[in-house]
């Protein structure tokens, strides 16, 4: 979405409407970054001098999804690492402890296309309460909007185990990632390394739990929250990387995940 086109979009919001920004900017995305930062630390304890070792060498590829309220705070984020010279993060993790598995053979085994993946690096939500659940809705409602905008077919994660069960009670249910189990990783207690293919996690959403299907893909019910169209979820031609001489999983090096 161009600078102009995404201002003017912003600009005629409903007074009280919270907004779904994709590829955020400037200040809207710094407060993405501070939602990131402030999440993980209540909840892992991760600093912000953690944050910047671990996803520095994914910078350039980082992606970040904001649900924004009308002052421009942002009160739940997703950052995405898309495909580049450094790797998926997830990926690049789950070669180092506590995991030390074969990450080109984990991918190959789950069937992964690495040029069409996606990392969902990091979720975060503000709130605690009811309404918690309803900004993870619209995360996943963006997420789902940037996947099939982008031809993603396949994302990874690193999940703690609460989010997981979180994801699977609306039918959202992840694949451990072969050669994996679940394991402290990063201030989490007990996390574990997923993968989906998007088409056929949201397909078996659509069966097993209609109703969220309709929340989480097409947004109905999502009340009090203002989506873009389309267009607005695709990615800038600046970001794609052309990976058929590059490895997907890069050597390791010292340090943590993610």
């Avoid at 992606?63 to 495909?83: D, S």
């Avoid at 690495?114 to 996943?140: M, P």
Wanted: charged share 25%; glycine share 8%.
């Amino acid at each position: 979405m161009s600078a102009t086109v995404a201002e003017r979009w912003l600009s005629e919001q409903p007074d009280g409407t919270h907004r779904l920004v994709f590829d955020p900017r400037g200040e809207l995305l710094e407060a993405a970054r501070a939602c990131e930062a402030d999440v993980f630390m209540a909840r892992y304890g991760n600093t912000r001098e953690q944050l910047a070792e671990e996803y520095g060498p994914y910078e350039d590829h980082s992606v970040f999804l904001a649900l924004a309220t009308p002052a421009g705070e942002v009160e739940a984020a997703v950052r995405f690492i898309v495909p580049g010279p450094a790797g998926l993060k997830s990926l690049v993790d789950v070669q180092r402890e506590p995991w030390h598995a074969d990450a080109s053979a984990s991918a190959g085994v789950a069937g992964l296309d690495l040029e069409r993946t996606w990392d969902i690096a990091t979720l975060s939500a503000r709130s605690q309460r009811a309404d918690g659940v309803s900004h993870v809705a619209a995360l996943y409602h963006g997420i789902a909007q940037a996947t099939r905008a982008n031809d993603v077919t396949g994302t990874v994660a690193i999940l703690d185990i609460r989010v997981r069960r979180l994801l699977d009670s609306v039918g959202l249910h992840y694949r451990t990632l072969p050669g994996t189990r679940v394991r402290p990783y990063l201030g989490s207690a007990a996390s574990v390394p997923v993968y989906a293919e998007m088409a056929v996690m949201l397909d078996n959403q659509r069966r097993i739990d209609p109703d969220s299907y309709r929340l989480f893909v097409h947004g109905s019910g999502l009340d009090g929250v203002s989506v873009p169209g389309p267009e607005a979820f695709l990615l800038p031609a600046r970001r794609v990387v052309d990976l058929r001489e590059r490895v997907a999983v890069v050597p390791l090096r010292r340090g943590g995940g993610s």
